[in-house]
């Protein structure tokens, strides 16, 4: 089993920066691919972005140029930094930690609401 604990996430304004951060814990392994998902009220869970053990990062078109995602293997945790946020970036973030073979975890969230 994999526990992941996310935080970061607060109420802040529009084209505020808030950074999210997502530790694992429990039986870690070497290679995985750790992302960040949200949900917002009355839509599906969308992937936002995701990076390998190797550093290989992905983006959904939305937050390219917005978001960086980064990792630190050492503390077996996955950040996600988020600049000029926007009202459409209101979503509970969920952390996710993929060793393959149908094997996922998730966090319970933290959310993130911007305001207008």
């Known amino acids: 089993q994999v526990q992941l604990v996310e935080s970061g996430g607060r109420l802040v304004q529009a084209g505020a920066s808030l950074r999210l951060s997502c530790v694992a814990s429990?039986?870690?392994?070497?290679?995985?691919?750790m992302g960040w998902y949200r949900q917002a009220p009355g839509k599906e869970r969308e992937l936002v972005a995701s990076i390998t053990s190797g550093g290989r990062s992905d983006y959904a078109d939305s937050v390219k140029g917005r978001f960086t995602i980064s990792r630190d293997n050492t503390k077996n945790t996955v950040y996600l930094q988020m600049n000029n946020l926007r009202p459409e970036d209101t979503a509970v973030y969920y952390c996710?930690?993929?060793?393959?073979?149908?094997?996922?975890?998730w966090g319970k969230g933290t959310l993130v609401t911007v305001s207008s």
């Open positions: 429990g039986s870690i392994f070497s290679i995985n691919t």
């Open positions: 996710n930690y993929n060793i393959g073979l149908g094997r996922v975890y």
